[in-house]
């Protein structure tokens, strides 16, 4: 066998792995608050989101990806010796799924984007060279950290906040909730559209201006808003329910509109994060096939469909753990306290596709049920829980980096 053909091999059995781990850790982000609220339960949001992730992976996943995962390391760097470049995104394909395979395991909901980011600059760094990063980009990453989570926990904080004052502190919160529901499902319908059409339909060939992803995105919003009335309205009221529970009617209203929250989320999760294990992917298959480092690099089919699929294994095999962790450890959650949390978090997702700046879904959605619960009092969180979560974000980088350097030497010594 051919050392192309093992290239090959290898990018489509690494890239399966670090799938499953995005799978197994990243897409519990998305699913973590409707199981915590009890909106969903575990085997419902498994369907859901393998439903919904694979939509959003393979049909707005990326026609033609960027070889060079988002501009981190520096393509002349490489010119003289592709070979590099191949091991270095192997390296870092395996190093990544290792890393989100034993932080799913242990529960911690860590960042694939940032697990794939310190793997690639570890081998580009040590094993290349510090020229070989562009470590411009690399601060616009670790900037990131702070901003998202703290731009969904203020955005979750005045939804949640908003919907104290709107609907569970009204006179009658079930008659608010069913006056007001759609109009939040509307957001959530017109965030979503927008985020599709801006950072995943342009690879499809459907390059819209900002007028018309305006346009399509308000008639998206608008179906949406009069979908869920309409579900809404076919709730099953208690008025004897609300006897224990002041809020149980309202709080099934809630469940329902999670479903949508739930589902948008994940289908732009999976156009989004697919990337993490289809970019490093194509980065090895166009260089062992032409022998030359190209800045883009077309993207045979099959590829999105490992990454699709890997995605729902992941989920489907180890996504309880981290979902435990984000849905039901940070601070109790109900419906109506998952939904603020959720809407902020897509909306943060749609804030950074436009600004260009790379965040991780994993640091926004923590950082929004962490809003959420600072607007019930911040005796309502679990400080420790939190604390292990931070924790385990700082270790991401430098773990992807030292098993990436560990991995692209173990190749070169193999290959060269």
Known sequence: MDQMTIYL?????FGLFMAWGIGANDVANAMATSVGSRALTLKQAVILAAIFEFA?????????????????VEADA????????????????????????????????VSTTHSIVGAVVGFAAVGVGMDAVNWGKVGTIVMSWVVSPLLAGTLAFMVFKSIQKLILNSDNPVESSIKFGPIYLFM?????????????LKHVGLDLNTEEAFLYSTLLGVAVALLGSYLIRKVKTDPKADKKFHYTNVERIFAVLMIFTASAMAFAHGSNDVANA?????????????????SKSALPGWV????????????ATFGYKVIATVGKSITELTPSRGFAAEIAAAATVVLASFTGIPISTTHTLVGAVLGVGIARGIGAIDMRVVGNIFMSWVVTLPAGGLLAILFFFTFKGIFS
Not at 279 to 294: H, N, R
Request: charged share 10%; aromatic share 6%; no cysteine.
């Open 9 to 13: 091999i290898l990018a489509g059995v």
């Open 56 to 72: 959003g992976a393979y049909l707005a996943g990326g026609e033609v990806t960027k070889t060079i995962r988002k501009g981190i």
């Open 78 to 109: 490489f010119t003289a010796d592709p070979n590099l470049l191949i091991w270095g995104m192997l390296a870092a394909l395996l190093a990544a799924g290792t890393w989100l395979a034993i932080a799913s395991r242990k529960g911690w909901p």
């Open 188 to 200: 959530v319908g017109f965030l979503i559209a927008m985020v599709t059409i801006k950072k995943g």
């Open 278 to 294: 289809v970019g490093p992917m194509a980065a090895v298959i166009s260089t062992a096939q032409s022998g030359l480092i190209a």
């Open 304 to 315: 999105l469909l490992v990454g699709g699929i890997g995605i729902v294994i992941g989920l």
